[in-house]
């Protein structure tokens, strides 16, 4: 092969590469919720102001993770678990939740990929309008070179595995408190 098919080929891999990037699935980045597992309270929750993240880019920073995504699997997750009943917008409820993604770290290469989520949660009290619980949860996904051949699936796999991770753990936290 001369100079000039190499650069050819190389350039195609590359956008072939870049083209598998996906976006992380709602559906991937919700937990599977044994409902047995947590306390049912009687009050109402409504999702607040969630906040943070980056939206994926195939072509400099890959697949990350947004505030949109995390709200839709926040809130699936949250009624799955029965915790709360969980309100619109618009009602008023008994507690109100927002939510910052502070950081992700994620690898630009490997075999093994894992990505790190941290994210903080405030339970503001809806009467008093005063944060009654507040924590920074971490967590660590790791996707496997042997969960996909494609990088950039691996990626996305460890994503959406760290925000399921994340989610648990909250639910776990919240369901202490018995509220």
Same mark, same amino acid.
């Given at each position: 092969?001369?100079? &000039?098919?190499?650069?050819?080929? $190389?350039?195609?891999?590359?956008? &072939?590469?870049? !083209?598998?990037?996906?976006?992380?699935?709602?559906?991937?980045?919700?937990?599977?919720?044994?409902?047995?597992?947590?306390?049912?309270?009687?009050?109402?929750?409504? &999702?607040?102001?969630? $906040?943070?993240?980056?939206?994926? @880019?195939?072509?400099?920073?890959?697949?990350?993770?947004?505030?949109?995504?995390?709200?839709?699997?926040?809130?699936?997750?949250?009624?799955?678990?029965?915790?709360?009943?969980?309100?619109?917008?618009?009602?008023?409820?008994?507690?109100?939740?927002?939510?910052?993604?502070?950081?992700?770290?994620?690898?630009?290469? !490997?075999? @093994?990929?894992?990505?790190?989520?941290? $994210?903080?949660?405030?339970?503001?009290?809806?009467?008093?309008?005063?944060?009654?619980?507040? #924590? @920074?949860?971490?967590?660590?996904?790791?996707?496997?070179?042997? @969960?996909?051949?494609?990088?950039?699936?691996?990626? #996305?796999?460890?994503?959406? !595995?760290?925000?399921?991770?994340?989610?648990?753990?909250?639910?776990?936290?919240?369901?202490?408190?018995? &509220?």
């Amino acid at each position: 092969m001369d100079n &000039l098919s190499k650069y050819l080929f $190389v350039v195609i891999a590359t956008i &072939l590469l870049l !083209g598998c990037t996906t976006t992380p699935q709602l559906a991937n980045m919700v937990p599977y919720i044994p409902n047995e597992n947590y306390y049912h309270s009687n009050k109402s929750l409504k &999702l607040g102001e969630i $906040v943070g993240g980056e939206k994926s @880019d195939p072509l400099f920073k890959g697949s990350r993770i947004d505030a949109i995504s995390l709200r839709g699997a926040l809130s699936i997750a949250i009624q799955n678990s029965h915790m709360f009943q969980l309100l619109n917008f618009n009602q008023e409820a008994n507690y109100l939740l927002n939510v910052m993604i502070l950081s992700q770290n994620q690898p630009a290469l !490997g075999l @093994d990929m894992s990505v790190s989520l941290t $994210v903080r949660y405030y339970l503001i009290d809806g009467a008093t309008k005063q944060v009654i619980w507040s #924590n @920074d949860i971490t967590s660590i996904y790791t996707a496997k070179f042997s @969960d996909s051949l494609i990088g950039a699936s691996r990626l #996305n796999m460890a994503n959406e !595995g760290a925000v399921r991770e994340n989610i648990v753990i909250f639910l776990h936290e919240i369901s202490s408190l018995r &509220l």
